[in-house]
């Protein structure tokens, strides 16, 4: 039953934290777009 | 598909699936309790080999017709695969050990499905390592098509050697299936892992591709900050 139980919590652990990677990699990529368009802000400045 | 509907989907699936494993479908006689194991085990595998499959088709496709949008998808397809391959690999490990006493061994079925494992994190660190989007593309596309000639070595390991882990119970010949309640637990639990495959493929399709704007971007934005 130990092993059952160690099993399914391996799988939602794992499915868990690559939907956390996900969503990190995600924010990363809207703080760089950010970053981006104030550049370009104040490029046309 | 609409991605929330999809999303609703795979969580309804996932909790039918969860109800008959646990409540639906009988104990195996000989395993007991850790049986259970089996249902999302081989879901597991085989959502791997739905992704490996992708790669192998999206990235012939990319060298034929040579669009990005068929590298983000090959490319997504191999992370996600290797999730799946993670998780197979490592329930097998936990099933492995009540049923053979043993966590590993270096049988022909598991050394060619860590080979495959392996092959997936050479796909990703290549595509990490390589700087210039066209030749990542591209050399990816070519690594991509060369592991998926692992897979048909997985399928016929312990059909063609004596190995460790068991027979084939479906598809396997004769002496082979299972009890009706396991093979409907078993068909629902691959609809929920397809499900769930095809939603996390396409989050991962939209993370790339903007992954992807962003650096051409920021390279646009070196160039007319050195000009």
């Given at each position: 039953m130990n092993y059952l139980f160690a099993s399914y919590t391996v799988i939602w652990l794992l499915l868990f934290a690559y939907v956390i990677s996900i969503a990190r990699r995600q924010k990363k990529v809207q703080d760089d777009l950010s970053e981006i368009q104030e550049w370009m802000d104040r490029q046309k400045k | 598909m609409n991605r929330n509907l999809l999303g609703w989907a795979t969580c309804i699936t996932m909790l039918v699936s969860l109800y008959l494993i646990f409540m639906y479908a009988p104990t195996e006689a000989?395993?007991?309790?850790?049986?259970?194991?089996f249902y999302f085990h081989f879901a597991s595998h085989w959502v791997n080999f739905l992704a490996i499959f992708c790669v192998f088709i999206y990235s012939v496709r990319f060298l034929i017709q040579r669009e990005k949008e068929l590298d983000v998808k090959a490319s997504s397809a191999a992370e996600v695969g290797l999730v799946f391959a993670t998780i197979g690999l490592l329930t097998g490990m936990l099933w492995a050990k009540?049923?053979?006493?043993?966590?590993?061994t270096w049988d022909a079925r598991l050394t060619s499905f860590f080979v495959l494992w392996l092959i997936y994190w050479g796909y990703l660190m290549l595509r990490r390592l390589v700087e210039s989007p066209e030749q990542r593309a591209r050399l990816s596309a070519v690594f991509g098509i060369l592991g998926a000639v692992d897979v048909p070595i997985i399928y016929v390991s312990n059909r063609v050697w004596r190995t460790q882990h068991p027979q084939p119970?479906?598809?396997?010949?004769?002496?082979s299936g299972l009890d009706p309640r396991m093979a409907w637990t078993l068909v629902v639990s691959f609809l929920a892992f397809t499900l769930l495959f095809f939603y996390l493929w396409k989050l991962r399709q939209n993370l790339e591709s903007a992954q992807e704007s962003v650096e051409s971007l920021q390279r646009q934005a070196q160039l007319k900050g050195a000009a």
């Open positions: - | 000989t395993m007991g309790d850790v049986q259970r194991i009540p049923v053979w006493g043993i966590w590993w119970v479906v598809g396997g010949g004769a002496g």
